[in-house]
């Protein structure tokens, strides 16, 4: 009974993990937008920003491509390498996908088409981030049950 | 030579990685005398040099006729150069893309050719950009050190630099800053050089890419007028540098600038004195009566030599003695402007 109700919690855990990095996500593309919109600033010194920052430092891809960049490498080439690189567990392949696609466009428009995308993602992040919540909630409570239910039955087949 | 080389070889790190391996590979006598690299789709690399635009070949060799040996350039070579260009971002090179040209570090300035994208006949956008042409840019110390004894050694005047175009007007005004400027000359100024399209100073990531000297203050992408009352207002200049004056606002802040103390070194694009007179902009400029003279550059295959200085006077006279009873002025028998 209590290995299934661990499961369950470890299970929420890790959907919770991925709420929180998704937020990170989302804070980033908010900050991106607002740095392109008073002035303009390019992609690389936007990703240095967000590596500054103690609530996004450890977001697991910005780093690597940092390094693969200074190291002479194409923005999205090192953008989708860091990702696959990074990837945590917690992330779905939806999730990755998303953040994948989300460089190869990044930087590559006028002003008002890099806010658009920057608005789009970040609305499709949320969307995200409810149905990794909701998922999460309805999980535990299911994995807690099950794991109830499991050791009744596992106590009445013993007895 | 060797910064010839090393400024080529700065250039040509903007490029795509399969022609950039291509061009890095041309000897280094050809690349010390390389001013401009193109990049066109559909035709093989081309650099121009002193003796016109040679193609570029797959091992770095130079020829003028085509043969399988010069690669074409794809259009994803032109889409990842053009991406190098911009750092990844194009949102933050737009303004200057509409300008059609973007600088790059170390001052190189790279053209762009494409399509214009026009919204109610304003220019909104471009897209599919199909021509890049880096102009690489080489500093010429030195060439100004007669201007500077002369208007500035022992006294504070204020000049015209004209001439026709790539007669070395702005290469001139940069030099000049950077004589001006430097702390430890002979006689060192406060200046501020408005820098409207990048031409001067090259800006890049806040740093000036090309000496102005150390007390240079930089004013970037500034429209002129905007650039010069701002420094008057706020920078405490004592020289004032602007290329290419065109406007009568910006006369209108050149004469509110001397009104403040401040002298300029301008220049105004013209192949001639008489084309020089006829531009409605040099005779206000005259009016205001702050110019002491203007210096003539030549035009010629070297750049930054000088043709003639001319006292203000001179053109006053000259425009005096050329005015005919109808109002016209000739100068050189040519009507140059009606003043009726």
């Known amino acids: 009974m209590v290995a299934f109700a661990l499961v369950g919690r470890m299970f929420s855990m890790r959907i919770k993990e991925r709420v929180k990095t998704l937020e990170k996500f989302r804070l980033m593309l908010k900050l991106m937008q607002t740095e392109i919109e008073y002035v303009n600033m390019p992609t690389y010194e936007m990703l240095k920003n967000a590596s500054e920052r103690q609530e996004l430092s450890d977001l697991f891809f910005i780093n690597d491509c940092l390094m693969l960049i200074d190291s002479g490498n194409p923005f999205d080439l090192s953008w989708s390498q860091s990702i696959q690189k990074t990837k945590p567990p917690e992330l779905e392949n939806d999730d990755i996908q998303l953040i994948l696609s989300f460089g190869k466009s990044l930087g590559t428009t006028d002003r008002d088409g890099q806010l658009s995308l920057c608005g789009m993602y970040e609305e499709l992040i949320v969307k995200k981030a409810q149905e990794a919540q909701a998922k999460a909630k309805s999980h535990a409570a299911l994995y807690s049950k099950l794991g109830i239910i499991c050791g009744v039955a596992l106590a009445i087949i013993l007895i | ?340």
């Open chain 2, 1 to 340: 030579m060797q910064d010839s080389i090393s400024k080529f070889n700065e250039a040509a790190q903007c490029l795509a990685p399969i022609i950039r391996t291509q061009v890095l590979k041309i000897s280094d006598i050809v690349k010390k005398d390389v001013r401009e690299i193109r990049i066109k789709i559909g035709v093989p690399v081309m650099i121009v040099c002193s003796c016109g635009t040679m193609l570029v070949g797959r091992d770095g060799r130079t020829g003028y006729i085509y043969n399988e040996n010069f690669p074409l350039v794809t259009l994803s070579d032109v889409k990842e150069t053009l991406n190098i260009i911009c750092g990844y971002s194009l949102h933050s090179c737009q303004s200057s893309l509409l300008e059609g040209y973007v600088t790059i570090k170390g001052g190189h300035r790279v053209g762009v050719g494409a399509r214009a994208v026009v919204e109610n006949g304003v220019l909104k956008g471009i897209r599919d950009v199909a021509f890049l042409n880096i102009r690489i840019a080489r500093q010429c110390k030195g060439v100004a050190v007669n201007i500077y004894d002369k208007f500035f050694n022992h006294s504070q005047k204020s000049i015209i630099v004209s001439g026709p175009p790539s007669s070395g007007k702005t290469t001139l005004l940069r030099d000049l800053s950077r004589l001006l400027s430097d702390i430890g000359g002979s006689k060192s100024y406060r200046t501020c050089v408005i820098d409207e399209r990048d031409e001067i100073a090259a800006m890049y990531n806040g740093q000036p890419q090309n000496d102005v000297g150390i007390n240079a203050c930089v004013l970037s992408g500034f429209p002129k007028a905007e650039g010069i009352l701002r420094a008057i207002r706020s920078l405490s200049p004592q020289v004032i540098l602007c290329d290419e004056i065109g406007t009568n606002a910006e006369v209108e802040a050149i004469s509110q600038g001397f009104n403040s103390g401040v002298s300029f070194v301008i220049t105004i694009h013209s192949s001639s004195k008489s084309e020089l007179v006829a531009k409605s902009q040099f005779r206000k400029l005259m009016q205001t009566g702050i110019f002491d003279s203007v210096i003539i550059l030549d035009g010629g295959v070297k750049p930054c030599v000088i043709k003639e200085i001319c006292k203000m006077e001179e053109f006053y006279n000259e425009i005096h003695r050329a005015r005919s009873f109808d109002g016209c002025v000739r100068v050189g028998g040519q009507n140059v402007f009606n003043e009726n």
